[in-house]
């Protein structure tokens, strides 16, 4: 018999950036009056100020809604999701504590990569799916073109297709009332099957506490908070247990969210909340991990689905003052307490002194840690152009993994390179069909499937990361008019014919500079990369050669010419000795200065290897 509360909807909201999640969870957030009028403001779960400005999610955050539907108070449970591909481990183990979803189409704008690829999630989690079109109230709105593409790519039926406005609370309601309806309560999952091993077997009860970490987040009075959803049995103030970290805890607290938290004695199976830990470390919360009693914990098996999250791309930030150094570690670990899938360690460069080298979950969380710590720690920064984990084979068949061009081997012991390779799901408008295959075949993507429906189309390609992480999305964006939209999962390692080029600034080698790319395209770019360099790196009183090599050979070079002062200027006649020493003068100073002479490099530079 279950032990959950029947009256409990559990659900979450798919859609892509800017269809209007965050506007459709504020309508909820009025009409079930969770909120008053006076306490209410616009994209209310969305604390951070850079999520308000970008009018994308970072952090998920959940929220406890009751609303009373034929005379029966039901508790509505929305789970909300980042809104980034980035972030696609959060919302696969949101959508795992839910037992439906909305899945929520802008009129103006159709179907778009990102909602199908979060649909597809939550099909395999067999939620209950409940299609709303949203924006219906703009003169742009195409409501029959939409229709139309969700029941092609979703195969819904055209009567179950809810229509609101969630900007004027148009329709709000009957959407509500469906979840209700049609969403089924949540109910106690009891499990008995063998154990990895094969040689035991797990049984749990229906009163034995197993609960689902949806996110975390770190609080300095209460330590590291698990956001969770309690799968079985009831979660109190008693010893806890971390099934993946190993790590036993007391509760200071533990509560639910309306939006703002509210302390409760007991979390019960189905129920949303928080449980503040005590713990001083957030990497021992991790997304995805159960939670247990410890009592409990050898006769408990996890729930499924964990996995660690995995950097795909790394970048190198060197304060521009070497002095900040011990401010940007210690920013860094203020973002790591709030941000469990942050890696990140000390590196050195010559050109540019200490630094940290660390690791993301995508381009868009690289961005949003940059902009964090220049906004909030004050900090100027230098970013060495994003690179992406390399598998190397070598001679002697040890396979290493390298995350920046820094650490490639000595070519002579490097037998294969295998670089990593995402599936890219793109939607396009037909008639922009022709650019974006071409942009895609320079960035060495393989066309895998083509789906028309009426005037778009899906391109899916297999395309090497190293291309789509620096400037795939900015370029498809200008190609279609900004009507295109991507979706991108990391897929396999593939073999790769690539070489590190070595990028040298007056005969000394920047390593920052360096990168790694395909030996047919080696040239091309390099020369690219110095002829930039040459525009942007300042001229001095000494010539400046600007050099790119693999090993010893040098394969592109420009140089900059140094400032020459009219040293003979002051002189109006005389022997032509004079002029003659004083230029021989001016020589050997410049000779000393170019032996002992630096080059200050600025943000240009390292930019300049980003855009090439």
């Known amino acids: 018999m279950s032990t959950a509360n029947p009256f409990i909807r559990n659900f979450s909201i798919i859609a892509h950036i800017d269809h209007g999640k965050t506007t459709l969870t504020d309508a909820f957030l009025r009409l079930t009056k969770t909120v008053t009028d006076l306490q209410f403001h616009e994209r209310m779960m969305d604390s ?25 108070t039901y508790i509505l449970n929305l789970i909300d999701t980042p809104g980034h ?54 003169p742009s709105a195409n409501v029959e073109q939409a229709m139309l593409e969700m029941m092609e790519f979703f195969d819904i039926d055209e009567s179950e297709i809810l229509l609101v406005s969630a900007k004027t609370g148009q329709g709000v309601a009957a959407v509500l009332e469906k979840i209700i309806s049609e969403v089924a309560p949540p109910s106690d999952q009891l499990i008995q099957e063998k154990d990895l091993n094969g040689t035991g077997s797990f049984s749990n009860q229906a009163n034995d506490l197993r609960a689902l970490i949806i996110t975390s987040k770190f609080d300095s ?48 199976a189905g129920e949303v909340g928080y449980v503040a830990t005590g713990l001083k470390d957030i990497s021992l919360l991790k997304v995805g991990d159960t939670i247990t009693t410890f009592t409990a914990r050898e006769n408990i098996q996890a729930l499924p689905g964990y996995k660690e999250p995995v950097p795909m791309v790394f970048m190198e930030l060197y304060p521009v003052d070497s002095k900040d150094f011990a401010n940007l570690k210690d920013a860094m670990a203020k973002l790591t307490m709030h941000d469990s ?34 906004r909030e720690f004050g900090l100027n920064l230098i970013a060495t152009a994003p690179s992406v984990t390399y598998r190397i084979i070598m001679t002697n068949q040890e396979e290493i993994l390298i995350h920046s061009p820094a650490e490639m081997p000595d070519p002579s012991r490097v037998k294969q390179i295998l670089e990593p390779i995402a599936k890219l799901s793109v939607f396009c408008p037909e008639s922009y069909v022709p650019s974006v295959m ?22 899916e390609y297999l395309i090497p990361l190293a291309e789509l992480i620096t400037d795939f999305h900015d370029k498809l964006k200008s190609v279609t008019s900004g009507f295109a939209s991507m979706e991108y999962l990391l897929h396999d390692f593939r073999l790769v014919d690539a070489v590190k080029v070595d990028i040298l600034v007056n005969k000394e080698s920047v390593e920052a500079l360096s990168f ?27 010539e400046i050669p600007i050099q790119a090599s693999i090993g010893a050979k ?36 410049k000779k000393k200065m170019k032996q002992i002479g630096k080059v200050e490099l600025n943000q240009d530079a390292f930019l300049a290897v980003l855009e090439s």
């Open 221 to 268: 009075h209460q330590g590291a908070i698990a956001y969770v959803r309690v799968v079985n049995g009831e979660m109190r103030k008693q010893d806890l247990y971390l099934t993946f970290s190993q790590s036993k805890f007391l509760p200071v607290e533990i509560g639910v969210f309306s939006p703002l938290p509210e302390k409760r004695e007991v979390l019960k």
């Open 516 to 542: 790694i790319t395909v030996r047919e395209n080696v040239e091309v770019k390099a020369r690219a990369i110095v002829s930039k360099l040459k525009d942007v790196i300042p001229r001095q009183l000494f």
């Open 48 to 72: 951070n100020p850079i999520e308000q400005e970008k009018g994308v999610t970072i952090k998920l955050a959940p929220v406890r809604m009751n609303y009373t539907y034929q005379g029966q």
């Open 341 to 374: 899938a942050l890696q990140y360690q000390a590196t050195h460069s010559i050109a540019l002194g200490n630094g940290l080298r660390v690791g993301f979950l995508g381009i868009f969380h690289a961005e949003i840690v940059r902009e964090r710590l220049m």
């Open 85 to 138: 591909v980035d972030f696609g481990y959060e919302v696969d183990r949101s959508l795992a504590a839910c037992e439906g979803a909305l899945l929520l189409i802008d009129a103006t704008q159709g179907v778009q990569a990102q909602t199908l690829a979060n649909y597809q999630k939550a099909k395999n989690l067999n939620l209950k799916i409940i299609p709303v079109i949203n924006k219906i109230d703009l």
């Open 554 to 589: 040098v394969i592109a070079r420009e140089t900059i010419k140094a400032f020459r002062k009219d040293v003979t200027a002051k002189l109006y006649g005389g022997d032509r000795t004079r002029r003659m020493k004083l230029l021989k003068k001016q020589a050997e100073g």
């Open 438 to 459: 071409k942009l895609a075949h320079n960035k060495r993507a393989i066309l895998e499937n083509s789906v028309g429906s009426g005037s778009r189309t899906r391109l």
